[in-house]
């Protein structure tokens, strides 16, 4: 029987003190270079801050960039993001992923962003097909339903959006995340050209 997997995703605000890009050299930093920059003598609330590795028991490397890197680093096949991660980031990219915005600004982003997690929080994202762009060889993944396990019960996914994504041996490519009703308006134009081309 194939398993399935359930996680949580939480988010996590840092103060403005602790944030990476505030000292040059520590933004991007990596696990690895964690012990010598504490050597420098970095005080420990500034520690905290620091992205660190586990020792291999989840995290082989750990790293902080912007939500937009990540998803450009998927793109060009570098890391793989699986469907319901891209979206996440998708969505936090629309908020804070402008990393010159002044203070006063990152703390209304940061509001905007809490506001709509607290609605966004209780969707259950669980990807299923429901149809194939023959154009670019990508599947349109809905996002609505919550997955068979919760099936009967009131809890649901996102209504609005849709994942598109090439799977080359399960590994998803190509991937982006559009509008639901926007993909359906173009595959019902596309259904409607070609009857109307098999008609002449």
């Known amino acids: 029987m194939p398993k399935r997997f359930a996680n949580?995703?939480?988010l996590y605000f840092l103060e403005q003190d602790e944030l990476p890009g505030d000292r040059p050299g520590v933004a991007g930093m990596t696990g690895n270079d964690r012990g010598d920059e504490v050597m420098k003598g970095l005080t420990s609330n500034k520690v905290s801050a620091l992205p660190s590795a586990d020792g291999g028991a989840e995290i082989q490397e750990a790293e902080f960039a912007p939500a937009g890197e990540w998803m450009q680093r998927a793109r060009e096949g570098k890391i793989i993001l699986y469907p319901p991660q891209f979206l996440l980031l998708h969505i936090l990219a629309e908020y804070l992923d402008n990393t010159a915005i002044s203070a006063?600004?990152?703390?209304?982003?940061?509001?905007?962003?809490t506001k709509f997690a607290g609605l966004f929080g209780p969707?259950?994202?669980s990807p299923v097909g429901i149809m194939f762009n023959k154009s670019d060889g990508r599947a349109v993944l809905g996002l609505d339903k919550p997955g068979p396990e919760l099936a009967g019960t009131p809890h649901f996914g996102d209504l609005e959006r849709v994942v598109l994504a090439k799977f080359e041996k399960g590994v998803?490519?190509?991937?982006?995340?559009?509008w639901r009703e926007e993909v359906l308006d173009e595959k019902r134009r596309q259904?409607?050209?070609?009857r109307n081309t098999a008609k002449i």
């Not at 998803?172 to 559009?178: A, I, K, L, T």
């Not at 259904?191 to 070609?194: F, H, I, K, Q, S």
């Open 8 to 10: 949580q995703m939480y």
């Open 123 to 125: 969707k259950i994202i």
């Open 104 to 113: 006063r600004h990152l703390n209304l982003a940061r509001r905007q962003l």
């Open 172 to 178: 998803p490519r190509d991937v982006e995340v559009r």
């Open 191 to 194: 259904v409607e050209e070609e």
